[in-house]
């Protein structure tokens, strides 16, 4: 019997979330392994010495170490029959993620994680720029479709959703008085989404464990 993928996980991670979302979609099984961060297993570390997750393990041996190559992976494995993978290629959602993971990432962690990094600038000027950068060209782009893949959810959807709920979470009620209703209520709609709800349990250390399909 072919063994499983098997994914280095670490739950409120969102490039790990990601991945997660991206395989129950797909309908991929897979085994899950949530690591501690302090103490990473060696196993992992040999497959992926950048010691961080998602990190996943073909059945073959090879190995994916970067949150959107899992995601392609695991949409292309499937045949991508409903189009979740190809409707995120659009020219808008690919500058939509790489906006995300560019400018956004870098203001998100020094709003989110001020103490870990040298600068003039102060926790709400990056606060204002992961708006300006991300948030608004994205409420702009839902306010005409609701999804990113036009009336339809699609990768995109999923790679973005997590890092926009992590930056949610540093003030919520600061996050609810931004003039930005389509995002917010985009974003509602993915925190009550089955699909977050399945990839979201929490799951005991140190042993991996099955994932089962969304659907």
Do not use: Q, W
């Given at each position: 019997m072919t063994?499983?993928?098997?994914?280095?996980?670490?739950?409120?991670?969102?490039y790990a979330m990601r991945a997660r979302l991206a395989l129950l979609q797909a309908g991929v099984a897979f085994d899950a392994f949530e690591i501690v961060l302090r103490d990473k297993p060696a196993e992992m570390l040999a497959l992926s010495p950048?010691?961080?997750?998602?990190?996943l393990r073909l059945p073959d041996g090879q190995v994916l170490e970067q949150s959107l190559d899992i995601m392609r992976w695991a949409f292309v494995e499937a045949g991508d029959t409903e189009g979740w993978w190809a409707r995120a290629q659009s020219p808008v959602?690919?500058?939509?993620?790489?906006?995300?993971?560019?400018?956004?990432?870098?203001?998100?962690?020094?709003?989110?994680?001020?103490?870990?990094?040298?600068?003039?600038?102060?926790r709400a000027h990056h606060r204002e720029q992961a708006v300006d950068v991300l948030l608004k060209p994205l409420d702009a782009q839902l306010q005409s479709t609701g999804q990113l893949g036009d009336q339809a959810p699609c990768a995109a959807d999923i790679a973005i959703f997590p890092f926009v709920r992590q930056f949610a979470a540093v003030d919520p009620g600061w996050f609810e008085g931004l003039p930005?209703?389509?995002l917010k209520g985009w974003l509602r709609g993915w925190l009550a989404h089955p699909l977050f709800q399945?990839?979201?349990?929490?799951?005991?250390?140190g042993r991996a464990l099955p994932f089962p399909a969304a659907h």
């Open positions: 063994p499983a993928p098997l994914l280095y996980t670490y739950r409120r991670c969102p950048k010691g961080t997750v998602p990190v959602n690919l500058e939509l993620l790489a906006i995300c993971d560019g400018a956004f990432k870098h203001h998100l962690d020094r709003y989110k994680y001020p103490e870990r990094f040298d600068g003039l600038d102060s930005l209703p389509a399945a990839a979201m349990p929490k799951l005991p250390n």
